[in-house]
């Protein structure tokens, strides 16, 4: 098999850079950035608050009381996602084919770039190049596969250039702990701990049925991973990903209750969509198709996120604008494009911890009951929803009110 190049390059604490960028006062002083009132959430903290015990994803009142002398700022997400895209073009301009796994987080496969000039000295002078450029900080792994170069640079962070040469990743891999390796979460943790597994070496000296018998097939995918084994493809970026839903009505229609609510449906659907590919949009757009079969659309850039209740008042923004002939609907679309792989930390500077609970439990029950087990009040009676199947046995759906932002 041919043997691979993997770069994985991530920026050091992005909100944080973002913020000292624009304030140099702010630099080498501990900062916080998220929700500012109680309630709220860390999205982001610099490396002078981890000592402390501040981590991102933590209630912003535990930050406070474990690091008070930190300066805490609310963040623009719309500022944010200007210098992800910033970070995105530079990359794009110097590497043929690149995967961004997030706002933040990018792998390119630089494999037979060495006939040309040294790899390493290559990914070094990207790396300036974007510091250079963007004015923020960035680290980066190398390897021959995704996941090790990934662990290489949170192993090295900040300010890392790690190379890992081929046949040294189990040696690499050996002493770190086995929450290291990707998708190795909480409760795999606990598991491997129960057993007494705590460094990736011991996994490494585990016969892979053994941990297939505990982790099932993940087990397996976990083991390789262990022995610095991955085929990963990178998944080349493109800025026009996007998905969509339409609905045409059988009988034109202006019933703004009707329409509203199908839009929300469609919206919510979406959105549900987003969240469990892991996914993040930039762009909302929405469609309208008259009786007499002339089509106009509208959208809106925005920040990154995959949150109902941040991208359905978008959606209804745009319809109110969209709409001005007063004729007969024949039917309606919503669009969702601009993805990034990400998940929803780039909305926790405006939703308090209740909010990211809230979604994590209703996706939890949609996961396990159908997309349609939890709706808003609003969308009930809407054919969309209507016609879906009760995973529920006869049991009616959970209900949520919908309140406008």
Not at 10 to 18: E, K, Q
Not at 41 to 58: D, I, L, N, Q
Not at 144 to 164: D, L, R
Not at 275 to 287: A, E, I, P, Y
Request: hydrophobic share 35%; with cysteine; glycine share 8%.
């Amino acid at each position: 098999m041919k043997n691979k190049s993997i770069l994985h390059l991530d920026l050091d604490t992005f909100f944080v850079s973002v913020e000292r960028l624009k304030h140099s006062e702010l630099e080498n002083k501990p900062l916080l950035v998220g929700g500012m009132g109680d309630r709220g959430v860390v999205a982001a903290c610099s490396y002078e608050t981890r000592k402390f015990g501040v981590h991102s994803g933590m209630s912003m009142k535990v930050a406070r009381q474990l690091c008070p002398q930190a300066t805490v700022i609310k963040g623009n997400a719309s500022t944010y996602t200007k210098h992800s895209h910033e970070v995105t073009e530079i990359i794009k301009s110097q590497v043929p084919s690149f995967e961004k796994a997030s706002v933040d987080e990018f792998y390119a496969d630089l494999s037979g770039m060495d006939k040309f000039f040294g790899i390493n000295q290559f990914a070094r002078e990207l790396r300036q190049t974007i510091i250079r450029e963007s004015g923020l900080p960035i680290s980066f792994g190398l390897s021959q596969n995704k996941v090790v170069s990934k662990i290489a640079t949170g192993e090295g962070k900040p300010n890392a250039e790690i190379v890992i040469p081929q046949g040294t990743e189990k040696v690499f891999l050996a002493p770190l702990s086995v929450n290291k390796i990707p998708m190795v979460g909480n409760k795999t943790f606990q598991k491997l701990l129960n057993l007494g597994v705590r460094e990736i070496r011991t996994l490494q000296e585990m016969p892979v049925e053994m941990l297939e018998s505990v982790l099932g097939k993940t087990g397996r995918t976990i083991w390789k991973r262990a022995n610095g084994l991955d085929n990963s493809p990178i998944i080349p970026y493109h800025e026009r990903k996007s998905i969509s839903t339409e609905r045409t009505f059988g009988r034109d229609t202006t019933d703004m209750v009707r329409l509203h609510a199908t839009l929300v449906a469609m919206s919510e659907s979406l959105a549900f969509q987003l969240r469990r590919g892991n996914k993040l949009t930039s762009v909302v757009s929405v469609k309208i198709r008259y009786s007499d079969y002339q089509t106009h659309s509208k959208q809106v850039k925005i920040s990154y996120t995959s949150a109902d209740h941040i991208l359905i008042p978008k959606v209804e923004m745009l319809f109110k604008q969209l709409y001005s002939r007063r004729l007969l609907i024949r039917l309606i679309g919503v669009k969702f494009s601009g993805l990034v792989g990400g998940n929803y930390q780039i909305n926790l500077f405006d939703d308090s911890e209740e909010m990211l609970n809230l979604y994590n439990s209703i996706d939890k029950i949609r996961e396990r009951f159908g997309e349609h087990s939890v709706m808003r009040a609003v969308t009930l009676g809407t054919k969309t929803i209507g016609r879906m199947a009760n995973p529920f046995n006869g049991e009616p759906p959970i209900v949520l009110a919908h309140r406008k932002q």
